[in-house]
T-cell receptor, first 112, second 115 residues
Framework: LAKTTQPISMDSYEGQEVNITCSHN???????ITWYQQFPSQGPRFIIQ???TKVTNEVASLFIPADRKSSTLSLPRVSLSDTAVYYC?????????????FGAGTRLFVKA | NAGVTQTPKFQVLKTGQSMTLQCAQD?????MSWYRQDPGMGLRLIHY???????DQGEVPNGYNVSRSTTEDFPLRLLSAAPSQTSVYFC??????????????FGPGTRLTVT
């Protein structure tokens, strides 16, 4: 099972772009990369998912290099409400079963 | 839609007691799973189900049982509670297209303390 490594914490200021990188050296061919956000006392919430290259939605972008051994979540113009823990998840649901490994997460603190 | 619901929100057990954590989803998702989250740590997969009648073990299954008799419900049973099972438990559901999974929807969690 592919494990992930992320920075333990990051600080930023409102209005800045934040990039959080996740390493997953043992990612398997069928694995997708998914990022979740978690606020205290709540369940994680889906942010974005990708397989390769770049994916963008209304809240974030996900950059995945060709070797897929890492990925970078980019949050444009963060606000105080983006203070949360961000998890990088590498996993696969398919005929082979259900594999999900949550990393330890990155605690992002956004300051005014 | 209510999404994923979990009951109870809080529970205190004595060592050796058993109980069932309830989880239900109304999105007709085929996949459901249970995680535990210990303080300051990420989520660890306990058990999962890829459809009614089909369950399998995750990363930390010992001490827990599951069943999936319907698409909507996925209860987690603690057989004989131990202090090491003190944690926050999250249930999640997800769908797939062409056998590729998409986002998981998480419930609000159950905070369990075993004394």
């Amino acid at each position: 099972l592919a494990k992930t490594t992320q920075p333990i914490s990051m600080d930023s200021y409102e209005g800045q772009e934040v990039n959080i990188t996740c390493s997953h050296n043992n990612i398997a061919t069928n694995d997708y990369i998914t990022w979740y956000q978690q606020f205290p006392s709540q369940g994680p919430r889906f942010i974005i998912q990708g397989y390769k290259t770049k994916v963008t939605n209304e809240v974030a972008s996900l950059f995945i290099p060709a070797d897929r051994k890492s990925s970078t979540l980019s949050l444009p113009r963060v606000s105080l409400s983006d203070t949360a823990v961000y998890y990088c998840l590498v996993g696969d649901i398919g005929a082979g079963g259900f594999k999900t490994i949550f990393g330890a997460g990155t605690r992002l603190f956004v300051k005014a | 839609n209510a999404g994923v619901t979990q009951t109870p929100k809080f529970q205190v057990l004595k060592t050796g007691q058993s109980m069932t954590l309830q989880c239900a989803q109304d999105m007709n998702h085929e996949y459901m799973s249970w995680y535990r989250q210990d303080p300051g740590m990420g989520l660890r997969l306990i058990h999962y189900s890829v459809g009614a009648g089909i369950t399998d073990q995750g990363e930390v299954p010992n001490g827990y049982n599951v069943s999936r008799s319907t698409t909507e419900d996925f209860p987690l049973r603690l057989l004989s509670a131990a202090p090491s099972q003190t944690s926050v438990y999250f249930c999640a559901s997800s769908y797939s297209i062409d056998r590729v999974s998409y986002e998981q929807y998480f419930g609000p969690g159950t905070r369990l303390t075993v004394t």
